[in-house]
Nanobody, 120 residues
Framework: QVQLVESGGGVVRPGGSLTLSCAASRSLMNANSLGWYRQAPGKAREEVAMRFQHGHTTYRDSVKGRFTISRDTAKNIQYLQMKNLKIEDTGTYFC??????????????WGQGTQVTVSP
């Protein structure tokens, strides 16, 4: 079935690193997009990083140079490597996919969320 299961959150000090994992069904690995949003308490959900069907990736300005998407296609897992974490990176991170193909919109799929806390 079509699904996303994410893991890898935790508590880290500023400047530390974490890697999030998103285990995706094979169809979502090849869909229009697969990436992450995050949401801090009292704030709007915001796009963090996104990989598109043919390999193009985008990152929000505040994480450029610090966050990197990679994947293990044999295992159907996509990773978000987060380095030099800042307090403002704290939030719940949600794996997300538009299940469509070739730019034709499909359905939105969301992981269950994993908490990332950056604290001194």
């Amino acid at each position: 079935q079509v699904q996303l299961v994410e893991s890898g959150g935790g508590v880290v000090r500023p400047g530390g690193s974490l890697t999030l994992s998103c285990a995706a069904s094979r169809s979502l690995m090849n869909a229009n997009s697969l990436g992450w949003y995050r949401q801090a308490p009292g704030k709007a959900r915001e796009e963090v990083a996104m990989r598109f069907q043919h390999g193009h990736t985008t990152y929000r300005d505040s994480v450029k140079g610090r966050f990197t998407i990679s994947r293990d296609t044999a295992k159907n897992i996509q990773y978000l490597q987060m380095k030099n974490l800042k307090i403002e990176d704290t939030g719940t991170y949600f794996c997300y996919s538009d299940s469509g193909r070739d730019g034709v919109r499909g359905y939105d799929y969301w992981g269950q969320g994993t908490q990332v806390t950056v604290s001194p």
